[in-house]
């Protein structure tokens, strides 16, 4: 008898050793009602990372009218502190038959909706004080659902589930996009191995570092494309520039409120820098509002009765040089800016009227990166701010035929 496998027999073994879709899923329980699905107990987290604890089908304004249907997940993943964490989002799916290898897959970060609490894009209602930015990327979900590509949205580590939201921590970020491609993949055996990540701000920097770490978390995905909208390339600049505002600024109470969410980020992830922060590295006004960032949503956060009434220069406290001189070095390790994409086609975009990160400062980023033989493609909407450049219809259209020429 011949030792050769049979081309049939070795194409099959191939297929699943790379992650080819299964012929069957495993029916994950069934989530509870209501916010309930967000709070597993404690022996249902421990697990393998991507697997999936519960789900429920979505309503209301988070599931997408143009799918063939929408689901809620909870999945396990290792946390910023190194123990199992649960983390919700979202699984769309296309309408249609799936093709060939099955549907390629958008893992959609979204921008900072906030902290904790009901931030996450998952948990969307009517009269949602952060309604936009939670709902921001519909018109780009239909058109990628319209090209034949599912979608998959993380509410982040923190958002929505137990635990602090590691706010700006790259390692956290990646996961959350990564886990939950996987945990989506375990819910749709019509999904395939193939994928790209978009990300907007925050999600911007989840999407880029997701990329760097992809082929250490997720070697058997094949990545085939990445787009950042106005990555957080300027955090550093923008705390300096802060501390030299010596009034409150009517319209720009979200300085205060991004500010505190990079901090209570840096020091979910370090324990020395978390000491400083709440004993003496803030003003005392601002270290009893360190509560708000736990049940606020970024509107919230930045309204006179919270971080917007205060004033920037006077945030630090009589340990703001031991907080800066710690937490300084950890915003660069953690920028998008340190973040390897290796060969992975990139789609840089920025607006012109953005205040958070300029567009000169990424166009600048796009130039090194092409000088150093990346493929980088840069997109300018000279009237865009920092939070409105999923409101064009046409530019997302663009995007989707960028992605999906990419995933093809």
């Not at 319209?146 to 921590?169: K, L, M, N, Q």
């Not at 567009?359 to 997109?379: C, E, H, M, P, Y």
Request: charged letters at 20%.
């Amino acid at each position: 008898m011949s030792r050769r496998l049979p081309f049939s027999l070795l194409a099959i073994l191939c297929s699943a050793l790379i992650g080819a879709p299964t012929a069957h899923a495993a029916t994950p329980p069934s989530g509870p009602a209501g916010d309930a699905f967000y709070t597993p107990v404690a022996e249902q987290v421990p697990g393998p990372e991507g697997t999936i604890i519960w789900a429920r089908p979505a309503s209301g304004l988070a599931a997408a009218p143009s799918a063939a249907r929408t689901t809620l997940i909870l999945h396990r993943m290792r946390g910023v502190a190194g123990t199992p964490v649960a983390v919700s989002g979202t699984v769309v799916m296309p309408k249609g038959t799936p093709p060939a290898g099955g549907w390629p897959v958008v893992a959609y970060n979204h921008m900072t909706t906030g902290g904790g609490g009901p931030c996450g894009p998952s948990n969307i209602r009517e009269g949602d004080s952060e309604r936009r930015r939670k709902h921001e990327d519909a018109r780009l979900v239909s058109r990628l659902l319209a090209r034949g590509i599912a979608v998959v949205r993380s509410d982040y580590e923190g958002i929505e589930t137990p635990g602090p939201h590691p706010y700006f921590i790259s390692d956290s970020l990646a996961r959350s996009t990564i886990m939950m491609v996987r945990a989506a993949r375990a819910l749709e055996p019509d999904l395939s191995r193939t994928w790209a990540t978009i990300g907007h701000s925050e999600g911007a920097a989840a999407s880029l570092w997701a990329t760097h770490h992809a082929r250490e978390l997720a070697p058997d995905l094949d990545l085939r494309a990445v787009a950042a909208l106005t990555p957080p390339l300027t955090t550093r600049e923008s705390l300096d520039l802060a501390q030299q505002i010596p009034v409150r600024i009517p319209g720009l109470g979200g300085l205060a409120p991004l500010g505190a969410l990079v901090l209570t980020g840096l020091g979910s992830a370090n324990p020395e820098f978390d000491e400083i922060l709440r004993n003496g590295g803030l003003s005392a006004r601002a270290t009893s509002l360190l509560g708000d960032i736990e049940t606020r949503c970024l509107t919230t956060l930045g309204r006179g009765d919270s971080w917007g009434g205060l004033i920037p220069s006077r945030i630090l406290g009589p340990r703001g040089a031991e907080l800066k001189r710690i937490g300084y070095p950890l915003i660069d390790a953690h920028s998008p800016l340190r973040a390897d994409i290796g060969n992975v086609p990139l789609r840089l975009e920025a607006g012109g009227l953005d205040l958070i990160t300029p567009a000169q400062s990424i166009l600048n980023w796009a130039r090194r990166l092409r000088t150093s033989g990346k493929d980088v493609t840069f997109t300018l909407h000279p009237l865009g701010t920092h939070s409105s450049m999923l409101e064009d219809g046409v530019a997302m259209s663009r995007l989707a035929d960028w992605t999906a020429a990419r995933l093809r």
